[in-house]
């Protein structure tokens, strides 16, 4: 079965890296996702990760990806106030044509 | 483009009162999915749709939940009646197919008392 799980609180000073871990069951993912939600507003996605590679850099994000222990992480550079939000891990596995969403990660930017 | 549209924002109804919340997906999106996202966890899955066809509605609690897209367009999703146990943000999702990223409308968060 499928099955996501993520830690959930995480709090960083402004300015430095964040760094949110992710763990997934289903050997047969093929997508990888992060998504952020802000308070009040539905889930906005941040990037995605195909199985087939290990490191996607966007800008100030950079997702890395360990098959082989079935983990995934988001690293944010020069973190700001307004990356505070939850974020999400999920997963799509092979057959499956939904996502399957990890609890979140409450992320909280200290000043 | 203009995203997914949800309305109403927020609901508060009584318990055993039924309710009902509508989806706008984004012009063009063939595939249309209702998530429950119930405080501190990640959303799950109740419906999907591909245009006007139910894909998959195992998780749906349909003693008490139904949904519908007739023409393939706008959704609604219905709650009847309701329980204390549905207090939750009900969010909708379109995308292009069922392999694509999705776009999420702002939610409605449902209280019942």
New interface residues.
Partial sequence: GEDVEQSLFLSVREGDSSVINCTYTDSSSTYLYWYKQEPGAGLQLLTYIFSNMDMKQDQRLTVLLNKKDKHLSLRIADTQTGDSAIYFCAERAGSARQLTFGSGTQLTVLP | EAG?AQSPRYKIIEKRQSVAFWCNPISGHATL?WYQQIL??????LI?FQNNGV??DSQLPKDRFSAERLKGVDSTLKIQPAKLEDSAVY?C?SSLG??D???????TRLTVV
């Fill in positions: 997914v999915y501190g966890q990640g959303p799950k899955l999907q894909v998959d969010l999702a069922d392999r990223g999705y776009t999420f409308g702002s939610g």
